[in-house]
């Protein structure tokens, strides 16, 4: 069977810049609930990733299953909210191969940090807990989200609704 297009087909170019959000790995259902919500938001790159302070630790094969699981829920997502685009969704990995693995443009969450600027297309939220000296030693730069600590996939959501809103045009830098 052969389906006819009942009209011409329209293409919508891929906003940009493409906006990237990470978050590090923990326990539970939080992983989907936040990567549910940034594919919704319209955010173009989600990448999960181990710390020195995160719980969770995969091996090779465990990693592939949770991107697999991730991916799935960003579909499913996608469809919900009638997006066109999946986000791309890494398979987790360790913070170092994450950063160094990044465009220009990248900014780790940290309280009592600057707020975003028009050059920042990525953010990387660390574990509760937070990050350990090393692991901030080697940000790129800082971001602050609020004036308030967050949970984790709170975090990320917060970073995604920043970064959509400033492309878009809602938001402004100061």
Same mark, same amino acid.
């Given at each position: 069977? #052969?389906?006819?297009?009942?009209?011409?087909?329209?293409?919508?170019?891929?906003?940009?810049? !493409?906006?990237?959000?990470?978050?590090?790995? #923990?326990?539970?259902?939080?992983?989907?609930? /936040?990567?549910?919500?940034?594919?919704?938001?319209?955010? &173009?790159?989600?990448?999960?990733?181990?710390?020195?302070?995160?719980?969770?630790?995969?091996?090779?094969?465990? +990693?592939?299953?949770?991107?697999?699981?991730?991916?799935?829920?960003?579909?499913?997502? +996608?469809?919900?909210?009638?997006?066109?685009?999946?986000?791309?969704? &890494? &398979?987790?990995?360790?913070?170092?191969?994450?950063?160094?693995?990044?465009?220009?443009?990248?900014?780790? /969450?940290?309280?009592? /940090?600057? !707020?975003?600027?028009?050059?920042?297309?990525?953010?990387?939220?660390?574990?509760?807990?937070?990050?350990?000296?090393?692991?901030?030693?080697?940000?790129? /730069?800082?971001?602050?989200?609020?004036?308030?600590?967050?949970?984790?996939?709170?975090?990320?959501?917060?970073?995604?609704?920043?970064?959509?809103?400033?492309?878009?045009?809602?938001?402004? !830098?100061?």
């Amino acid at each position: 069977m #052969h389906l006819a297009c009942a009209g011409p087909v329209g293409t919508t170019p891929s906003p940009e810049p !493409p906006l990237i959000v990470g978050f590090a790995l #923990h326990k539970g259902e939080r992983p989907e609930w /936040a990567v549910q919500k940034l594919t919704e938001l319209g955010v &173009d790159r989600i990448v999960t990733f181990t710390t020195a302070r995160t719980v969770l630790r995969l091996d090779d094969t465990a +990693a592939r299953r949770r991107g697999d699981r991730l991916r799935r829920v960003a579909r499913e997502a +996608a469809a919900q909210c009638r997006r066109l685009r999946l986000p791309v969704i &890494d &398979d987790p990995a360790p913070y170092e191969a994450v950063l160094a693995s990044f465009p220009g443009g990248l900014a780790v /969450a940290e309280p009592g /940090a600057a !707020p975003i600027t028009a050059a920042t297309t990525g953010i990387l939220v660390g574990p509760e807990g937070g990050f350990t000296e090393e692991e901030l030693s080697r940000a790129p /730069a800082f971001v602050g989200l609020t004036d308030t600590v967050l949970r984790t996939e709170t975090a990320a959501v917060a970073a995604g609704v920043l970064l959509v809103s400033l492309r878009s045009g809602r938001i402004r !830098p100061s």
